[in-house]
């Protein structure tokens, strides 16, 4: 089920595949922002545990989605005290707001995070994670943030007046 204009701002479930993801094209004038969460599993061993693997896609999603990047990727690799629970941890923070993504090679599992205060659809996102992670299942979960947030703020007088 993906939220439209009039649902509640409920945290919502999309199970794959996402082919309804078209219609939830938010408008801003709504809500400030869409926060798109993936959890993918049964993903590829050598793809999650790879830091380059990583950087590139922190590196080239944003521009895949209409964004625009302000920092270079953070990737770091994690040693868990429990070795399943290792795994690589990255962030790239756009000019819209941020991307990360978690990943557990050896549960086969990876986690990302995509909100932007910019129109976006998930599933050009979902192929783009497929293509680099190589998953075989995948929920996504969609948040629309900010609800009256750009109207609170429309008729405030600008700093330089």
């Known amino acids: 089920m993906s939220m439209g204009l009039h ?6 479930r999309v199970a794959a595949p996402a082919s309804e993801d078209t219609k939830s094209r938010m408008t801003l004038q709504t809500a400030f922002g869409k926060h798109i969460m993936l959890d993918m599993r049964l993903c590829d061993y050598e793809r999650l545990n790879s ?3 990583c950087f590139t896609i922190l590196n080239t999603l944003p521009e895949r989605i209409g964004m625009r990047k302000i920092s270079a990727p953070h ?9 399943i629970d290792s795994g690589i941890t990255g962030l790239t923070i ?3 707001s941020h991307i990360s993504l978690h990943t557990f090679p050896k549960k086969g599992y990876a986690f990302a995070d995509i909100f932007s205060c910019k129109s976006f659809i998930s599933d050009p996102v979902i192929k783009f994670f497929r293509e680099y992670l190589e998953f075989q299942h995948f929920d996504v979960f969609t948040q629309n943030r900010g ?4 109207e609170r703020f429309e008729n405030l ?3 330089d007046r």
């Not at 649902?7 to 919502?12: A, G, V």
């Not at 990737?75 to 070795?83: L, Q, S």
């Not at 609800?147 to 750009?150: E, K, L, P, R, W």
């Open 7 to 12: 649902d509640s701002p409920q945290l919502s």
């Open 51 to 53: 830091l380059e693997n």
């Open 75 to 83: 990737v770091f690799r994690y040693e868990a005290p429990n070795p």
């Open 94 to 96: 756009i000019a819209e």
């Open 147 to 150: 609800y009256g947030f750009a």
């Open 157 to 159: 007088p600008s700093p």
